[in-house]
DNA sequence: GATAATTCTGCAAGGTGGTTTCATAATCGC
DNA sequence: GCGATTATGAAACCACCTTGCAGAATTATC
């Protein structure tokens, strides 16, 4: 009836542990190394590793440099080409691709521009840029990020920013095209995972709820609580932009500035920055303008933080400022979120999308199922746009190793 | 490091299963029913048995009347009075209790003043009147809902309907005096739990998100969200009540009516129900009135339904008619929640506080934790309050056995 | 160059939890 | 009384994990 408990899952458990160990290490692991790092038995760890070699993950390493006293210990490491799993992101004007390797290391990303007329066409051209040709290691799994609303069956119900979207199933077309299983998700959905991920460390205790905001040419919502994305019942929630007599695209209310896109109001935010008067109310109007909306959302969710992408994030306090002003006059209890920017002002539902392909293809790549995505390792080896540049480590732009 | 999979899990499972099979079993059940009821096998059944027999919980229960052929089948079957569980209401003017017996069968319920300068008093006055006394079986655990709001540490934070309340550690002190455990949780958290538990099988699919709206005195949210009641980062999430600028109690538009409480409404329903036009205009302006504000919520959880409880919900349509109205006016995309009224309008958070008690005592009554509370059984056997009867499937008032 | 110390390695034994199988016991109908 | 039917208890077996121990490989020391 309810779950299947049995020792199965034990092993599972035990193959999850050992195979975390070995991707979070920076080093080949002797036994007793995993021994140690996962908590296990040694006959335990031999077993399971035997279960992972027959499967090609792991493969033995070279011993250590420095020899230490005692029989030098056997070294194994996971085979970060095993398998690889790609990020896609299906913009208004453009696709975005990642492909990283099985220990979540980034290796390489492309833009490619986009053809409304051939979508599935885009999409394969942008893997196409990353994916290393026909000796290439095999796609496990692929997470595919769009900008619109989805079905209860998964398709893509509406797009305003992509309107051919609307109807396609572009999962299941695109996993038969690919031979891998495709994950589908909506792009605010998906950064709002990959601020959850990241931020737990970076910004305190694991948040316990968190709401990203996305201020660009419309304003978006996407919530993060019990540690997983708030779908709602229709895949809907955080969709504020349907409640009649309410304009929720960003304009100042005084009718002088349309915030269509990040570019064309970043010299409005930067005059405000340098002490503009005039620029700084509008952006005080901007953000009193939207606040009473996003208060009665924080009300109802309560959320530890919220976070603050899109493209006008970036111009940081300049907006972030006013805005926290705005809400602090609407919230007056207890309990106010703290407002943060973005971990990943440009990327997130790239690295979400990423992130959440690793999960859904955990049981076939990993042959268990529920492993984490190796965030951390993903915005550690991930490079920056080369389109857009931002100040940020970031790794060799062309990506390839 | 992580979850600590290991047999004695498999071991808590299979107890589960069993404890659950004969929970909800009418008559005592044979070896082979039980094998049968829980899909294990019958060594397993067996072991499980023994070890619930030991902590007295299973007991021998006589044959089975009609003998079918074969050798007659021992019969076992839970020990209703190995452990009891209690749920307290505080409410602003009175306690009400409930207390059950293991399987969830409602023994006895009551009603007594409230003391505000003797809370603890009151609340051990409520139990006395439905506690068997000296001879009774002992206390497994305790729910307590209350009428305010919950501090991080567990204490009640503040409460407007019972000023008394704050700073009060009052699971502490009750569980002191009763050497039992006690939870405390916020009176529409604990309706909101109970509607989601009981409302899955009576409206369909098991309601994914739930809005629980309490239209009286005050109007106050909770919400249901991945079958767990939402908390929010402080514990504040559906306390829409703090936005400034917003009287979010319940008033006309036209100020010539004040809801205060569901009795004094009671008479305008009556009359819209009826055909009074004006007192419809009323309920219509009431609505349109707080509907804004409820729309915002429900665009943001999207939940699957809107549960309407509270005093002035038992006017039923005359209420949820313009309800849904003034909401379908608000929201205009698809996935508007249904608006259904509540299972159980006046004893939401009563049987909430004794579910949660299950929940809460499941370790300490059957040695493992996270059984399932028996909603149905409570919803079953739970008598209607005798000083506010309504239409509805009761025993017999007194409720002792 | 032999020995000690250290470390890794592999195997055997033992425990828990669960399942399948089988001989046995109790009862009813004929 | 006897067979059919059903319940029962014990034994054998499997999966998974752990503890413990003898042995192998290497470095450091005498």
Do not use: Y
Not at 67 to 82: I, S, V, Y
């Amino acid at each position: 009836m309810g779950e299947d408990r049995s020792t199965a899952e034990i092993r599972q458990a035990s193959t999850r542990r050992a195979h975390l160990a070995l991707r979070e290490a920076e080093q080949p692991l002797s036994i007793a190394e995993l021994v140690a790092a996962t908590g296990l038995s040694r006959p335990t760890v031999l077993s399971v590793l035997d279960d992972l070699t027959a499967r090609g993950l792991v493969v033995p390493a070279a011993p250590a440099e420095e020899p230490g006293p005692g029989r030098p210990a056997r070294r194994l490491r996971l085979d970060p080409d095993a398998a690889h799993v790609a990020g896609l992101d299906l913009g208004a004007r453009s696709v975005r691709a990642v492909l990283a390797d099985l220990t979540g290391t980034v290796l390489a990303r492309s833009t490619v521009g986009l053809d409304p007329e051939d979508l599935l066409g885009s999409l394969r051209h942008a893997l196409e840029e990353v994916d290393a040709g026909p000796d290439a290691a095999p796609l496990g799994a692929v997470g595919l990020s769009v900008p619109g609303l989805l079905a209860a069956d998964g398709s893509v119900g509406s797009s305003l920013a992509l309107p051919a979207l609307a109807g396609r199933d572009l999962a299941r077309e695109l996993a038969e095209v690919l031979e891998a299983p495709v994950v589908l998700e909506n792009d605010v959905k998906l950064a709002a995972l990959a601020e959850h991920r990241l931020g737990a460390e970076a910004d305190g205790p694991a948040a316990d709820g968190l709401v990203l905001l996305r201020i660009g040419h419309r304003i978006s919502v996407a919530i993060m609580v019990h540690g997983q994305i708030l779908q709602g019942a229709h895949r809907l929630a955080g969709e504020l932009g349907t409640q009649r007599g309410m304009r929720w695209t960003a304009g100042s209310r005084r009718g002088r500035l349309v915030w269509s896109t990040g570019d064309e109001a970043r010299p409005l935010l930067e005059r405000a920055a340098t002490g503009d008067a005039d620029a700084q109310q509008e952006v005080r109007a901007f953000c009193e303008e939207i606040a009473p909306r996003l208060a009665g959302l924080l009300l109802a969710v309560d959320p530890e933080m919220v976070v603050v992408g899109g493209g006008l994030s970036r111009a940081g306090e300049a907006l972030l400022g006013p805005l926290r002003a705005a809400l602090g006059s609407q919230l007056t209890g207890p309990g106010r979120p703290r407002l943060v920017p973005a971990a990943l002002p440009a990327d997130g539902s790239l690295v979400g999308a990423l992130g959440r392909g690793f999960e859904h293809g955990s049981a076939r790549i990993v042959g268990v199922p529920d492993v984490p995505a190796p965030w951390e390792r993903i915005r550690r080896t991930l490079p920056s746009d080369p389109l857009t540049p931002d100040p940020r480590t970031s790794t060799d732009p062309e990506g390839r190793r």
